[in-house]
């Protein structure tokens, strides 16, 4: 056990993941694996049990609300934060409603992204 805290990271743009997989990295998180759309993050989920999620919201195959709804379902007390693009005030207001920890902005400002994973954490 590395002591480190395990991210799964869940968006359908490979260059995101890659550039997220990178920052977390820096930030003291393993990423424990990643998913490509909505069905795939709840796959994942269950399979790998991270400490952590980070859910984009606009993804094929089922969106980050359904998935976000879905984790939560297999596992109350699963962290999840959302990923969002500009303009997702409403969205994100509910998937906050529904159970989720927190939210990042896209682009992904390294330090924000360490400082609310790790309240998600606490």
């Known amino acids: 056990m590395s002591g480190r805290p395990t991210v799964l990271l ?7 993941r890659m ?12 990423v424990a694996g990643e998913a490509g759309n909505g069905l795939e993050a709840i796959r994942q989920y269950e ?3 991270p400490d952590l999620v980070l859910l984009d919201l606009v993804m094929p ?3 980050g609300r359904e998935a976000l709804a879905r984790i939560l ?4 007390q699963a962290r999840v ?3 969002s693009s500009l303009g997702a005030q409403r969205d ?3 998937c ?3 159970g989720a920890r927190s939210y990042l902005q896209k682009p992904i400002d390294t330090d924000a992204m360490e400082r609310v994973l790790r309240e998600a954490l606490a």
């Open 10 to 16: 869940c968006d359908d743009s490979r260059a995101l």
């Open 96 to 98: 906050l409603r529904i």
């Open 19 to 30: 550039l997220a997989a990178g920052q977390l990295d820096e930030a003291g998180f393993d």
């Open 61 to 63: 195959e089922c969106d």
């Open 81 to 83: 934060v959302i990923l």
């Open 92 to 94: 994100i207001e509910e």
């Open 47 to 49: 399979a790998l049990r």
């Open 73 to 76: 379902e297999l596992d109350p």
